[in-house]
């Protein structure tokens, strides 16, 4: 699995819940000596902010730093609906979140789902086929290019692990992510998905990416986690690096 370690599309400044500004951040993958880096704060459907957010985005100038802008927002239902706000500007990219459970009538917390596993009220098995169906679903709704983020991050904070997925679980989210042109993240922070989830997607045919989920300047372009899952190809030359969702 050949990872381009020179893109971070995934990190977030103090326009949202970062701790520094976009122009220090875009400094600060300059020194991680990436060739490209994407900022991605958060949005909820009220966030009436986002023209202005991608207009300083796209005014920001670094050399030899190609700056990408995108948003990270989070699955909402059961039917893949996006907390994005309307009249979108035209972003590179959308990274798609399991922040929380996307329940039949929206957004349910982990604690709950907890309560309602202990409590029989619904099944390990049945959550792991609801949070997929919606991914996959999300997906196909997002209005740009989606990368999924932290994928079954959520599990854990709900009990369970990602030993509850199965293949035919990854067959849809490959399925998904090739329909629509998607990619999945090799995520730094949550140090999610597995190494089996992502050489099962990779060999069949999705795109990979790295992301660091940095909400700091130090953190960004720094790979771990992505160097145990996928360690670097010796002597890979860098033109032979492929990113997604970097067109135009």
Known sequence: MSVDRGTDLHTHSDLTDGADSPELMADAALSAQLTTWGLSDHVRADSTWVGDYERLVRALRRDELNIRCGVEVKILDRSGRLDLPANLPALDYVLVADHQFPGVDGPVSPREMTRRLVAGEITSTAVVDQLVSATCAAVAAAPFPAVLVHLFSLLPKMGLSEDEVGDEHRSALADACRTHDAAVEINEKWRCPSARTLDYLAAAG??????????????????????????????????????VILRG
């Not at 990416?209 to 899952?229: F, K, N, Q, T």
């Open 206 to 243: 999705v795109v990979v990416v790295a992301g660091s989920d940095a909400h700091r300047c130090a953190d960004i372009g720094a790979w771990s986690y992505l160097d145990e899952v996928a360690p670097p190809v010796r002597d890979e030359h860098p033109d032979v690096r492929r990113t």
